[in-house]
C-alpha cells in the first residue's frame, strides 16, 4: 500500500476547467485590428503583369482567417476566386509545389468555399485545383481543413 493515501494534495485541481462544455473562443485576433484580407487592386496588378504566382502567395498570406466579419471573407473569396481561375491548367502544379503547407491547407480551404458557390466553369477548375493540392499535401491537408475551426 502506498504511504501517502493520506494525501489530499491531489484533490487541490479544478477538473471542470477540462470539461468541454466550458470551451471559449480565443478572442485575442479581435482585440487587435481585424485583418482586412487581401488587397484587390495589388492582386489585380499582378494577374495583369502574368504574376499569377505571386498574386497566389501574397493573397493566401493575407487570408482573414481570424477575422469573424462575414464581408471581409466574402471579399477575400471573390479575390482567391479570380486568381485561382486566371490561372491556366499547365501553371496550377509550379504555383502549388511553390506554396508552404500552411498556405496549402488555406488554399484548400478556399477550394472548398468555392464548391459552396460554385460558378460558371469554376467548378472544373476548383477540382483540378483540389487534385494538385492533393497530390502535393496528401489527405492531411483534407483533415486540417475538415476540422479546423477558423474558416475562410
Not at 2 to 26: G, L, P
Not at 40 to 48: D, P, Q, R, S
Not at 70 to 81: E, G, I
Not at 98 to 126: C, N, V, W
Request: some cysteine; charged content about 25%; aromatic content about 6%.
Amino acid at each position: 500500500m502506498a504511504k501517502n493515501t493520506s494525501s489530499s494534495a491531489f484533490r487541490k485541481i479544478d477538473v471542470d476547467q477540462y470539461n468541454e462544455d466550458n470551451y471559449k473562443e480565443d478572442d485575442c485576433g479581435e482585440s487587435q485590428s481585424p485583418p482586412v484580407g487581401p488587397d484587390e487592386k495589388e492582386i489585380i496588378n499582378f494577374i495583369n503583369q502574368g504574376k499569377n504566382i505571386e498574386a497566389l502567395k501574397t493573397v493566401l498570406r493575407n487570408a482573414p482567417i481570424s477575422s469573424r466579419n462575414q464581408m471581409v471573407k466574402d471579399a477575400a473569396l471573390n479575390v482567391v476566386m479570380q486568381v485561382l481561375l486566371s490561372m491556366k491548367s499547365s501553371q496550377i502544379e509550379e504555383a502549388v509545389n511553390a506554396l508552404d503547407r500552411d498556405h496549402l491547407d488555406i488554399l484548400m480551404k478556399y477550394i472548398y468555399r468555392g464548391f459552396e458557390t460554385p460558378s460558371e466553369g469554376s467548378s472544373g477548375q476548383l477540382l483540378a485545383w483540389h487534385e494538385k493540392v492533393h497530390a502535393v499535401a496528401g489527405v492531411g491537408c483534407i483533415v486540417r481543413v475538415l476540422t479546423d475551426k477558423k474558416r475562410v
